[in-house]
């Protein structure tokens, strides 16, 4: 199969030179070969119909031969694929090789140096490979003779598939006499010459699985002695020395265990395997630049979404921004209205301060009547009258305590409304919650000074209950008083009961219990108590 494989590249040159038209035909008579051929022969008359439409021999450094063999080098190293072209990898393998062979060391600046002079071109041409090898790269202090030699020892080694070739003695199988040849190892076969221009094949020894190598031990005045056995005959040799000796068994070996592993020969082996690592690299740089699209596409898409998350978040601060307006607004308007309702317990304070005023000139009042009831018999219904009155104002001062109760309620609710709505406040967004702590604290001491000004109704309100409890205790005393008066008078002049009894319809039950006041007296409480309410209303 590889065989078939080299021989079509040489026969596409052959048939490319011979197309003079064009048109993909050539005659039968042009191709016309013989069937029992040389492959070296049959690659050079290849390159007889193609070389000279293609290169100028006078401006190369090397001979027809050698321009020859780098176009045979060049069929065995380039692509399977049409038209031929080496890749870059393979032409710096070749000349490796080549500067290997001539023993001048490889000089990787140089061909860097020449990478770079390519450019972007990864691959060659084999008549830009000739002129490469013949014409540029080994063109200064570069002997031709140097260069011949180097090109023809891989050219052996590639394309004669020449693995190791050298002097050795070997023992005759009828006379028994040792005698110089020249062996050329190849995978399957040793040949040996009778020198080394090969011109005179003595013969064949065929490497197969069935053969092995061995050592031998010193005999017939020969050292270094190996014994190669096939399945029909056995090869006696004498190296020249222990090193050769060794090397000449290892390769002989090497040969066999190719053959028992059915593999082809070393270089097409390394071929291949350079191939397919390049295989391996390119299909890694594809995924690679696979990845490398797909992570720019994934990058492109975040780029959008942040684009579109920068958008979103402009037009949430914008609207941050007009409710932070609205806040400071209804903020403001809490203010105002905060400021309203103090100013309007301000003047329920100051017409509970009056109204205290006006209750404690009463209570001046009733006391002066009382000490004129005491001082004076004959003002008795005078005192009753004040009595009346007294417990007239007593249930004026219960239903102002009622009020204030009603009013200290209203007001308890109100400030649970607005710490509600405080709550609220502070818990419509997180962000909102540092902002609104200050509005919080205005508002807690806000809320602390209705507090204390609830406290201060409240103890009012126990200072007005305290008065009221006096006035009761006054009013008690007034009424033992009367009493002891009503007793005095009883006994001066014989009345038994000053007061009558009513008539006997259903008594009225009010807080003081049944009958305690008439339907004149409630009346006259009620109106007074209307009067004090329309007035309270038109005073706010």
């Known amino acids: 199969?590889?065989?078939?494989?080299?021989?079509?590249?040489?026969?596409?040159?052959?048939?490319?030179?011979?197309?003079?038209?064009?048109?993909?035909?050539?005659?039968?008579?042009?191709?016309?070969?013989?069937?029992?051929?040389?492959?070296?022969?049959?690659?050079?008359?290849?390159?007889?119909?193609?070389?000279?439409?293609?290169?100028?021999?006078?401006?190369?450094?090397?001979?027809?031969?050698?321009?020859?063999?780098?176009?045979c080098i060049f069929n065995f190293l380039s692509e399977d694929k049409y038209p031929l072209v080496i890749v870059i990898e393979e032409v710096e393998y070749l000349l490796r090789k080549l500067s290997e062979a001539m023993g001048i060391g490889w000089n990787e600046e140089r061909f860097v140096d020449y990478k770079l002079q390519q450019n972007t071109k990864s691959s060659l041409s084999v008549?830009?490979?000739?002129?490469?090898?013949?014409?540029?790269?080994?063109?200064?202090?570069?002997?031709?003779?140097?260069?011949?030699?180097?090109?023809?020892?891989?050219?052996?080694?590639?394309?004669?598939?020449?693995?190791?070739?050298?002097?050795?003695?070997?023992?005759?199988?009828?006379?028994?006499?040792?005698?110089?040849?020249?062996?050329?190892?190849?995978?399957?076969?040793?040949?040996?010459?009778?020198?080394e221009d090969l011109t005179e094949k003595k013969g064949d020894i065929i490497l197969d699985q069935n053969c092995f190598v061995e050592p031998l031990q010193?005999?017939?005045?020969?050292?270094?002695?190996?014994?190669?056995?096939?399945?029909?005959?056995?090869?006696?040799i004498n190296a020249s020395d222990k090193k050769k000796k060794q090397e000449w068994i290892q390769a002989v070996q090497t040969c066999i265990q190719q053959q028992r592993l059915g593999l082809l020969s070393p270089h097409r082996e390394a071929r291949l395997r350079r191939r397919e690592l390049r295989q391996r690299q390119r299909v890694e740089e594809d995924d690679l630049s696979k990845r490398m699209r797909r992570l720019q596409a994934s990058n492109e898409s975040k780029q959008k979404q942040l684009e579109d998350m920068?958008?979103?978040?402009?037009?949430?601060?914008?609207?941050?921004?007009?409710?932070?307006?609205?806040?400071?607004?209804?903020?403001?308007?809490?203010?105002?209205?905060y400021r309203m309702d103090l100013e309007r317990e301000k003047m329920?304070?100051?017409?509970?301060?009056?109204?205290?005023?006006?209750?404690?000139?009463?209570?001046?009042?009733?006391?002066?009547?009382?000490?004129?009831?005491?001082?004076?018999?004959?003002?008795?219904?005078?005192?009753?009258?004040?009595?009346?009155?007294?417990?007239?104002?007593?249930?004026?001062?219960?239903k102002l305590q009622t009020r204030l109760l009603e009013q200290?309620?209203?007001k308890r609710a109100e400030l649970e409304q607005i710490y509600l709505q405080q709550q609220r406040t502070l818990s419509q967004t997180e962000a909102e919650k540092e902002e609104l702590r200050a509005e919080?604290?205005?508002?807690?001491?806000?809320?602390?000074?209705?507090?204390?000004?609830?406290?201060?109704?409240?103890?009012?309100?126990?200072?007005?209950?305290?008065?009221?409890?006096?006035?009761?205790?006054?009013?008690?005393?007034?009424?033992?008083?009367?009493?002891?008066?009503?007793d005095k008078v009883a006994k001066q002049e014989g009345l038994v009961r000053l007061i009558q009894p009513g008539h006997k319809g259903p008594q009225r039950i009010t807080n003081w219990g049944p009958a305690s006041f008439s339907?004149?007296?409630?009346?006259?409480?009620?109106?007074?108590?209307?009067?004090?309410?329309n007035q309270g209303a038109q005073a706010q």
């Open 1 to 71: 199969m590889w065989l078939r494989d080299e021989l079509l590249k040489s026969i596409w040159y052959a048939f490319t030179a011979l197309d003079v038209d064009h048109r993909g035909k050539v005659s039968k008579s042009q191709l016309k070969v013989s069937e029992d051929f040389d492959v070296i022969e049959f690659y050079r008359m290849c390159w007889t119909l193609c070389y000279k439409k293609n290169i100028y021999p006078q401006r190369l450094i090397i001979s027809d031969n050698d321009a020859f063999r780098v176009w």
């Open 127 to 195: 008549w830009e490979l000739i002129e490469l090898v013949g014409l540029i790269y080994f063109s200064k202090g570069t002997e031709r003779q140097i260069l011949s030699m180097g090109i023809n020892e891989v050219f052996s080694e590639l394309i004669l598939d020449i693995l190791k070739q050298g002097y050795m003695m070997k023992k005759g199988h009828k006379r028994k006499n040792w005698t110089e040849r020249w062996f050329v190892l190849q995978p399957t076969l040793l040949s040996y010459y009778t020198c």
């Open 218 to 236: 010193d005999k017939d005045g020969k050292k270094c002695l190996f014994i190669i056995k096939c399945s029909d005959k056995s090869f006696e």
């Open 310 to 337: 920068r958008m979103k978040m402009e037009e949430a601060a914008a609207k941050a921004t007009l409710e932070e307006l609205r806040r400071k607004k209804n903020q403001s308007d809490l203010q105002d209205r």
């Open 348 to 398: 329920v304070r100051q017409q509970m301060e009056e109204q205290v005023a006006q209750k404690s000139s009463e209570l001046e009042q009733y006391l002066q009547r009382v000490r004129e009831l005491e001082e004076l018999y004959h003002r008795l219904e005078e005192a009753l009258e004040d009595e009346r009155q007294a417990k007239q104002d007593e249930e004026a001062a219960r």
């Open 408 to 410: 200290e309620a209203a």
């Open 440 to 486: 919080q604290l205005a508002k807690e001491r806000e809320l602390q000074a209705a507090t204390q000004l609830l406290e201060r109704l409240e103890s009012e309100r126990h200072g007005a209950l305290e008065q009221y409890q006096e006035v009761s205790r006054k009013l008690e005393r007034a009424a033992n008083k009367t009493k002891t008066w009503k």
């Open 519 to 533: 339907d004149m007296e409630l009346d006259l409480r009620k109106k007074s108590w209307q009067e004090s309410k």
